[in-house]
């Protein structure tokens, strides 16, 4: 690989967060092309030819452009085999893909902006209830699923894909004010998983367009 990935990016974004976590945990040096998400960065006509879905991430690799979080984590995974994302038991293979595709699929989307915007009632700006009630409900799934799967981390004692995708979630989560007491074991893997030397990496405070001007309560959210 003779030229550096490049990473198309928002800090907060937690589909960007994923694809940090997993170039990080595969030891690959990128740089970080950050897309101002609240300026409307991603809807212009110049990154429209680089993702035409209009969102983060896009990453360009070995002379090509690739979208969407899990796609591009696959990618990672068959073109870096070193640290695999995935178990060598194939029941554990299936289980991993499945968490990943629960968050991803199930919770992470009925929380976007453009979703919440769209269900709002009149005089609203975001409809906060209509995803509080889908991340809860998601949440009471995911727990039972990784309390009969875990070991240290979702699946086994091995980070997985299952982990990548857990992270960023369970921050949004608390940035929705869900209450995470009931869900003990989706809290302790989240525990274990971040004093990992490549979650601490990817952490959105530690990104290049992290804005100065946070609050103490906003940064509370990603430590």
Not at 2 to 17: E, R, Y
Not at 71 to 89: G, S, V, W
Not at 138 to 160: A, D, H, M, P, Q
Not at 190 to 207: I, M, T, Y
Request: hydrophobic share 40%; proline share 6%.
């Amino acid at each position: 690989m003779s030229i550096k990935p490049i990473l198309f990016s928002s800090w907060s974004s937690s589909c960007s967060w994923r694809v940090r976590i997993a170039l990080h945990l595969k030891d690959i040096d990128f740089t970080i092309k950050p897309v101002n998400t609240s300026k409307g960065e991603h809807k212009t006509k110049e990154f429209q030819e680089i993702n035409p879905m209009k969102h983060v991430p896009a990453l360009k690799i070995d002379g090509k452009t690739l979208i969407e979080s899990l796609a591009i984590i696959n990618y990672l995974d068959e073109a870096f085999p070193q640290k695999p994302f995935l178990p060598t038991n194939i029941y554990q293979r299936a289980q991993s893909r499945a968490i990943a595709d629960v968050i991803a699929s199930g919770i992470q989307p009925l929380q976007n902006m453009k979703v919440l915007k769209y269900t709002a009632k009149e005089g609203e700006s975001l409809n906060l209830n209509f995803a509080r009630h889908w991340i809860k409900e998601g949440f009471e799934s995911l727990e039972e699923i990784v309390s009969s799967s875990s070991g240290k981390f979702c699946v086994g004692n091995e980070v997985t894909i299952a982990d990548i995708v857990l992270i960023p979630q369970v921050t949004k989560a608390r940035q929705f004010k869900i209450d995470l007491t009931p869900f003990p074991t989706i809290c302790r893997i989240e525990k274990d998983l971040k004093v990992l030397e490549a979650f601490h990496k990817a952490n959105p405070l530690r990104q290049p367009d992290c804005p100065n001007d946070l609050t103490d309560y906003n940064k509370s959210f990603f430590e």
